[in-house]
């Protein structure tokens, strides 16, 4: 099985440190796979310091020395690697950014180019803001080149036309449906469309049960061939339904997996 820690919201609004304390005990063993945002507006989403709450200004992770200095040297050791995780990552008339807003399809593409220009590497995964994408989000991340990681089929989000213009990747995910049904089930598994790849994941959030994602990890492990973990360096305190907080959760999930031979800790590169 492969393992695969998936962290959002890395943005002009993150330190260096935030990144650190959740991370520095597993990051030499474990690659931690940013969510990086890199024209970021604020809004009024979980996580966004105090002193910005409802901001609407851009702030581009290009003006962040420190932290950028500071992303470059952990990426370099393999301790982080990258994907794109919107362009703002504010909502839009309360959609999340790769639902409401406009103007998706050139988003997706210089968002891409950003990350690649500050970092000096190919981006080729996108993770949508909120988990979430329209029909038209899908296709201009698929535009742009990159894969996906969500838990949405694309073939059912469009309708009439749009269904007819993807009549062959409607083909490949009737057919992922059907040995989801009667074979490894499709949380687990990377599916491997004409033009892009998608892998699904699970949340450790304040709405999660340990025992629950354990459960999963454990089928996944007999059962597939990819765990990705998604989670928030700004949610460690946090409290899971089931008590422990959600840091104490991440590390044990981590742990648990580590014990298991048969398990690979890996990066994009590893998962595509
Ligand atoms: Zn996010």
Same mark, same amino acid.
């Given at each position: 099985?492969?393992?695969?820690?998936?962290?959002?919201?890395?943005? !002009?609004?993150?330190?260096?440190?935030? #990144?650190?304390?959740?991370?520095?005990?597993?990051?030499?063993?474990?690659?931690?796979?940013?969510?990086?945002?890199?024209?970021?507006?604020?809004?009024?989403?979980?996580?966004?310091?105090?002193?910005?709450?409802?901001?609407?200004?851009?702030?581009?992770?290009?003006?962040?020395?420190?932290?950028?200095?500071?992303?470059?040297?952990?990426?370099?050791?393999?301790?982080?690697?990258?994907?794109?995780?919107?362009?703002?990552?504010?909502?839009?008339?309360?959609?999340?950014?790769?639902?409401?807003?406009?103007?998706?399809?050139?988003? !997706?593409?210089?968002?891409?180019?950003?990350?690649?220009?500050?970092?000096?590497?190919?981006?080729?995964?996108?993770?949508?803001?909120?988990?979430?994408?329209?029909?038209?989000?899908?296709?201009?991340?698929?535009?742009?080149?990159?894969?996906?990681?969500?838990?949405?089929?694309?073939?059912?989000?469009?309708?009439?036309?749009?269904?007819?213009?993807?009549?062959?990747?409607?083909?490949?995910?009737?057919?992922?449906? #059907?040995?989801?049904?009667?074979?490894?089930?499709?949380?687990?598994?990377?599916?491997?469309?004409?033009?892009?790849?998608?892998?699904?994941?699970?949340?450790?959030?304040?709405?999660?049960?340990?025992?629950?994602?354990?459960?999963?990890?454990? !089928?996944?492990?007999?059962?597939?061939?990819?765990?990705?973990?998604?989670?928030?360096?700004?949610?460690?305190?946090?409290?899971?339904?089931?008590?422990?907080?959600?840091?104490?959760?991440?590390?044990?999930?981590?742990?648990? !997996?580590?014990?298991?031979?048969?398990?690979?800790?890996?990066?994009?590169?590893?998962?595509?």
């Amino acid at each position: 099985m492969k393992f695969l820690l998936r962290d959002d919201d890395t943005c !002009a609004m993150t330190r260096p440190e935030d #990144l650190e304390v959740c991370y520095q005990s597993i990051w030499d063993q474990v690659p931690i796979c940013l969510s990086v945002t890199p024209f970021r507006i604020p809004g009024r989403a979980t996580g966004v310091p105090e002193n910005l709450i409802g901001s609407k200004d851009v702030l581009p992770l290009a003006e962040c020395a420190a932290l950028l200095g500071f992303l470059r040297e952990q990426v370099s050791r393999g301790r982080f690697d990258l994907a794109l995780h919107g362009y703002h990552h504010n909502r839009v008339t309360g959609l999340p950014e790769f639902v409401g807003a406009t103007d998706l399809n050139r988003k !997706a593409v210089e968002g891409r180019a950003e990350l690649e220009r500050l970092f000096g590497r190919r981006i080729e995964t996108f993770v949508p803001p909120n988990n979430t994408l329209s029909a038209d989000g899908f296709d201009a991340v698929i535009l742009a080149g990159m894969n996906v990681v969500n838990n949405q089929t694309r073939a059912r989000l469009q309708t009439g036309w749009g269904r007819l213009k993807s009549a062959a990747e409607t083909v490949v995910a009737a057919r992922y449906a #059907l040995t989801g049904r009667f074979g490894a089930p499709l949380a687990f598994r990377i599916r491997h469309f004409p033009k892009y790849q998608q892998a699904p994941y699970f949340t450790v959030g304040p709405d999660s049960d340990l025992e629950n994602l354990e459960a999963q990890m454990q !089928a996944c492990r007999s059962n597939g061939d990819v765990f990705v973990l998604a989670t928030h360096y700004h949610a460690f305190g946090r409290r899971m339904r089931s008590g422990q907080t959600i840091g104490d959760g991440v590390m044990y999930l981590v742990e648990r !997996a580590a014990s298991w031979p048969d398990v690979q800790f890996v990066d994009y590169e590893g998962l595509w």
